[in-house]
């Protein structure tokens, strides 16, 4: 199957719309965490104070970043639903649990995307963000879940390459 090659006119709406998003998001929430979630709509200006923050950088097609940012406790319920754990987790545990759902939704989003562009995409690990590490303009797609009482933020900039002039060799 042909697909089409992202060039620098097309728009992020072509390529991924906020319930595509969503729906990846509630995907491996529910498969892997076995957690639903509901849109609580665009999130907040000026970021709410949430302690988990992850991002991760991705290059390919598109180059971007995603970062998802929830309370402490979301962390524990990940745990407790993906471990079927029941005993208090040590932090640790919590962060690991939240930087493994954060890999998964992005491996799971990029698939989503080579269904608009071609190409391979290179993930880098889920880092620990903070706002002021952002990309400096606003996020193309952004949304706030709230998942049992918790609420999650998740935001997502992409960048579609300019082409690059084809490199001719002298015969």
Not at 81 to 104: C, H, I, M, W
Request: glycine share 8%; net charge negative; hydrophobic share 40%.
């Amino acid at each position: 199957m042909n697909q089409p090659v992202p060039n620098a006119n097309q728009s992020t709406a072509e390529i991924l719309n906020d319930q595509e998003l969503l729906d990846v998001f509630r995907g491996v929430l529910e498969k892997w965490a076995f957690l639903s979630c509901s849109d609580m709509g665009p999130v907040v200006e000026g970021p709410a104070p949430l302690p988990l923050e992850r991002a991760v950088r991705f290059s390919g097609p598109l180059n971007g970043s995603l970062v998802v940012r929830a309370p402490e406790a979301f962390g524990l319920y990940l745990w407790e639903n993906a471990s079927g754990g029941t005993e208090a987790a040590q932090a640790g545990v919590r962060t690991d649990a939240f930087n493994e759902f954060v890999n998964l939704f992005c491996g799971h989003l990029l698939t989503s995307l080579r269904r608009s562009v071609q190409g391979a995409f290179n993930p880098y690990l889920p880092q620990i963000s903070s706002p002021e590490q952002w990309p400096p303009h606003q996020p193309q797609f952004s949304m706030a879940l709230l998942v049992e009482d918790m609420p999650v933020e998740v935001r997502l900039w992409i960048i579609v390459p300019s082409p690059q002039p084809p490199i001719y060799r002298g015969l």
